[in-house]
């Protein structure tokens, strides 16, 4: 299965600015996911991302907001913009893993102060 | 829509006792469901599916479409099945949209 290096891990944010998570894959993927999860909370998909068109984003959630790129098939970052608290959640990407079901990274935990 | 429900947020079961993990699924087209594993400190990873009809770690789940579930079994709980586990569903026929549960952490007391 591939393996994602997502970074950064962590990081604490004052509000109102922006913090830009990338994910690298060590293999070309069609499709790239970007999951939010809150606090106690399960895992709520943000995007979805292709290279070369724009990323598919679900309902409550808008590109102005969480702007995706996808410049190839092994990368793939996630800005939060203007960060506010409520911000504050586990981000994670993901890949199709060839077991079926997803490859993940690790995370990142984002604190908004 | 798309819904997983996991009614138990923590289960805690004794060494050697059996586990059961509940899942119960809502959708209207054909679904896949999957079970994924968190261990502590370790990245959110696949468990098994339910099309493969598989055993990993000694753990089985089986598609009930009558009671739309899918429940996670060990009939002998270790400790280092300790860790969230979280039920998902997805779609076989299409776009591969995947909707996780709220997650179960399960708890083995030595």
């Known amino acids: 299965s591939a393996v994602i290096s997502q970074k950064p891990s962590r990081d604490i944010c004052q509000r109102g600015t922006s913090l830009t998570i990338q994910c690298q894959v060590d293999s070309q993927v069609t499709m790239m996911f970007w999951y939010r999860q809150q606090p106690g909370q399960s895992l709520t998909l943000i995007a979805t991302?292709?290279?070369?068109?724009?990323?598919?984003?679900e309902s409550g959630f808008v590109i102005d907001k969480f702007p995706i790129s996808r410049p190839n098939l092994t990368f793939s970052t996630l800005t939060v913009s203007n960060m506010s608290p409520e911000d504050s959640s586990i981000y994670l990407c993901s890949v199709d893993s060839d077991r079926g079901g997803y490859t993940f990274g690790s995370g990142t935990r984002l604190t908004v102060v | 829509a798309q819904r997983v429900t996991q009614p138990e947020k923590l289960l805690s079961v004794f060494k050697g006792a059996p586990v059961e993990l509940k899942c119960n699924y809502s959708?209207?087209?054909?679904?896949?469901l999957f079970w994924y594993v968190q261990y502590s400190r370790q990245r959110l990873q696949l468990l098994l599916r339910?099309?493969s009809r598989e055993s990993i770690k000694g753990f089985t789940a089986d598609l009930n479409k009558g009671e739309t579930s899918f429940h996670l079994k060990k009939p002998f709980a270790q400790e280092e099945d300790s860790a969230m586990y979280y039920c998902a569903l997805g779609d076989r026929g299409g776009y591969q949209k995947v909707t996780f549960g709220t997650g179960t952490k399960l708890q083995v007391i030595p």
């Open positions: 959708y209207s087209g054909s679904p896949e």
């Open positions: 991302a292709n290279q070369g068109s724009e990323a598919t984003y």
């Open positions: 339910h099309i």
